[in-house]
DNA sequence: TGTTATTGTGTTTTT
DNA sequence: CACAATAACA
């Protein structure tokens, strides 16, 4: 990830960053709020040990996203600049070093080098088959509400027999535990792990590892890897802490047995509380590590003022955090915008229409981010900055890497590295149609059952299944397909390799030969699959096709064409996270989208809906604006819009509103000292003392005449007096009038129809 | 056995 | 409203 624009950055450390870069010793917690100069603490603090002699390869840095982790690498490169071998450091997610340990030591625990990793996709299909295999209702246990349990079990480091400490009520405990038990044996037997397994086998290989030896077993004595993997590391940094669960805290731990650990980390930035994070690692972690030494970084060099007052009215209103206030010295900047439109298209118009001024005007695409609760918001947005021009780059998104035909053909590539992982090979059988029916395919599976291996395994031996002659032909000529697919991995490179299957396996004549509109879009995208494989291979020579599948499977994907500097991005609040832009839409702001309707009556997740809030407004350099609709749909039918909590809760003297008043002066201001609230009780800050009234933000709404958003601000012209900005209107219809400033004239009041929008 | 129509069904967020 | 799972068809 590139850095947006320009960054009012000082070139020197800030005393506070100096002594989280400095510290030696023990163990480090630094507490850095949004847009602190947390990722160049970490940057520096790696390269200072770097300088200090610590040899590259025992300095281990963890980050929560794969983008992370890419800027990451990229500014510890920038400092470094060639004086050290800086590739040799570890830098990845939790889940990419997992994997990468795994693919090395996990053999003891029945993984091969070639291991599947299963997405959530994949697990979901495993379940279906475990429940139907256990025969339970359907409607009482579906895959995703079991795999719930499993991960929080997972979480939490707790296996089948161990799921009392999740307070599952018994009708429950019992199915999920034997569903739980059965899902891994699948999983096993498969030679596959989902995302969870990657933390929890590696958890078990490290716990193993640090046992005495006598305990361990044979393989693990003497010149055990692994155990010398707990000796490898002098410096562990994590970033994000106040988004690991408990069993990636012992994870950390167990790396950091012989190292010293540096985590950072932001209360009011945890938003994973519903993936098993669970903020007490950050609270108890001096309680963990003795001697823990704390530094807080609370001057913001991102954003400016008024946009700092908004994120902290949001922000205080939660009780449970330990009370950071962010300041700056950068000046109010722009008031932050709160517009209201009549329904979603025209909240998209909007956007779009003011973005492509900017452009126009000079800016550039990159600097603009449009953020959304949920993805299904993202739709409307996109087409309407297509509309308009514009590029677009969207970020997760309704995946990619999950429509069918991207399954399918990376189900074959699965298969050619790992044929025993049923999952894949049964879902690519029959794809295209080759007549390989379900009941074949049941009396397959049934014989791999009875005879407890995997379906592939079975597959010559087709007639034993009791099937006939011409099932037993297809089945072969199948096999022979997947054999003669299977010489050629290591034979051609990556994007060859990919190109053949989508050729050789007939998926790609079967799409054409259906012709229908569908189709092709399903040629596009494998089209555009192809792309990214190339672009991958160019940008790492030389990969493999298991590297790729753990690109495609770990880092998901972005949508969008072109270069990135030519693009706006558009995702969701969560995955914004870590990231900043000049120019920050903010759009869905109303009650039940933004915070989202499942948390209305959760006060706990309501405050995690803040910290989502808070993390948006902070990802804003210079300007944010925040919409909201009046109607918006929701499963199809209308539903009227009201103001979110979170629009009601900013100040309203940060706000830009129609009358323009006088703007006040007060920045955020530098917070009295506050002795450390480190391992005290929590510091509760004092209440707000302003906030809006709903009806205040009468003033904000814009209107839609003739199709045309109006909002102020927006950019009008009149034949005589030429383009003027629009502070205010009234009456409607015919009768609508504008309040325009000009550049020439000054304010002027003029009838809407003598004038067009811009 | 494979394709098409219909009826349910359900939606946060991600590695 | 979309999409998936099911039912009826060819």
Redesign the pocket.
């Known amino acids: 990830m590139p850095c947006y624009g320009w960054a009012p950055v000082p070139v020197v450390l800030n005393p506070e960053q100096s002594a989280a870069v400095a510290h030696r010793g023990s163990a480090l917690l630094v507490l850095a709020g949004a847009g602190t100069g947390k990722t160049r603490v970490i940057t520096h603090r790696v390269a200072a040990l770097l300088d200090e002699g610590i040899p590259p390869w025992r300095i281990l840095a963890v980050t ?3 983008k992370a982790a890419e800027e990451m690498r990229a500014r510890i490169d920038r400092l470094c600049e060639g004086r050290h071998a800086t590739k040799e450091i570890w830098v990845g ?4 070093i997992c994997a990468r340990l795994l693919r090395r030591f996990g053999q003891p625990l029945g993984l091969s080098p070639h291991f599947t990793i299963y997405d ?1 996709a994949d697990s979901t299909a495993v379940m279906t088959k475990v429940l139907e295999a256990l025969d339970v209702s359907d409607k009482l246990f579906t895959p ?1 509400g079991v795999l719930g349990w499993i991960d929080r079990a997972k979480n939490r480091g707790l296996g089948p027999g161990e799921l009392d400490a999740l307070g599952v009520i018994e009708p429950v405990r019992s199915v999920v535990a034997k569903a739980f038990a059965a899902y891994q044996a699948r999983l096993l037997a498969a030679n596959g792990a989902d ?1 969870g397994d990657l933390i929890v086998h590696t958890v078990a290989l490290l716990r193993a590892a640090a046992r005495p030896r006598e305990t361990a077993g044979q393989q693990l004595a003497g010149d055990d890897p692994v155990r010398a993997l707990l000796h490898r590391f002098q410096h562990v940094v994590v970033d994000e802490f106040q988004d690991t669960n408990p069993l990636q805290a012992e994870l950390v731990d167990r790396l950091a047995s012989h190292a010293e650990l540096c985590v950072v980390g932001d209360d009011d930035q945890a938003i994973y509380g ?2 098993g994070a669970d903020v007490d690692q950050i609270l108890r972690f001096a309680d963990r590590h003795r001697g823990t030494h704390v530094v807080r970084l609370e001057h913001n060099y991102r954003s400016t003022g008024l946009i700092l007052r908004c994120a902290d009215a949001v922000i205080r209103r939660n009780a449970g955090r330990l009370g950071k206030t962010l300041w700056t010295d950068a000046g109010d900047g722009d008031p932050v915008r709160v517009l209201e439109l009549p329904g979603e298209r025209e909240e998209a118009r909007l956007v779009a229409h003011e973005i492509r001024h900017a452009i126009d005007d000079g800016a550039s695409p990159d600097q603009f981010a449009i953020f959304y609760r ?3 918001q993202s739709r409307v947005l996109e087409d309407a900055l297509r509309t308009a021009g514009l590029g677009v780059r969207i970020v ?1 998104g309704v995946a990619f890497y999950e429509r069918a035909e991207i399954k399918d053909i990376l189900s074959y590539l699965v298969v050619l590295l790992n044929p025993d992982s049923d999952a894949h090979l049964g879902r690519i059988l ?1 794809r295209p ?1 080759r ?6 395919i049941d009396r397959l599976a049934a014989l791999a059952t009875a005879r407890g291996t995997s379906l592939w395994q079975v597959l010559p031996a087709a007639r034993e299944a009791g099937l006939g002659a011409a ?1 037993c032909k297809k089945i072969a000529g199948f096999v022979a397909l997947i054999e003669q697919l299977r010489e050629r991995v290591a034979a051609l490179p990556l994007d060859a390799l990919v190109a053949e299957v989508v050729e050789r396996t007939g998926y790609r004549e079967s799409l054409v030969l259906d012709g229908d509109e569908e189709s092709m879009g399903r040629l596009e995208n494998l089209q555009e699959l192809l792309g990214n494989t190339e672009e991958f291979l160019s940008e790492h020579p030389g990969a493999t096709l298991s590297d790729w599948l753990e690109q495609t499977s ?1 880092v ?1 994907g972005e949508r969008g064409e072109g270069p990135r500097a030519q693009a706006v991005t558009m995702m ?1 609040v ?2 914004a996270k870590g990231l900043e832009f000049d120019e920050v839409y903010l759009t869905g702001m109303e009650e039940r989208v933004f915070p ?1 309707a ?2 209305l009556e959760d006060p706990v ?1 309501m405050e995690e809906e803040r910290r989502l809030a808070y993390v948006a407004i902070t990802r804003a350099r210079r300007k944010l604006t925040l919409t909201m609709v009046a109607r918006r ?4 039918q209308l539903q009227p819009g009201t103001p979110s909590r979170f629009v009601l809760d900013l100040p309203r003297e940060a706000l830009a509103t129609a009358a323009a008043r006088p703007r006040p002066q007060p920045v955020v201001e530098r917070p009295a000292p506050r002795t450390p609230a480190w391992n005290e009780d929590v510091v509760y800050d004092a209440a707000p003392e302003i906030a809006l009234e709903p009806d205040e933000l009468e003033g904000f709404h814009a209107e839609v005449d003739g199709g045309v958003a109006l909002f102020v601000g927006m950019h009008v012209r009149h034949k005589d007096f030429g383009i003027g900005e629009l502070v205010g209107w009234s009456g409607a219809g015919r009768q609508l009038k504008f309040n325009l400033r000009f550049a020439r004239v000054g304010l002027k009041t003029i009838l809407a129809r003598f004038c067009e929008p811009v």
Not at 93 to 96: E, K, M, V, Y
Not at 633 to 636: D, E, W
């Open positions: 929560f996203t794969n997610t939790f889940h990419s959530t995703r995302f519903w993936r949920t993805h299904a997760g029959n149609a007549g390989i029916g379900n009941t074949t099932a770990l998901g969701t969560h995955s989202h499942r948390v997740q749909r929701i499963y199809g």
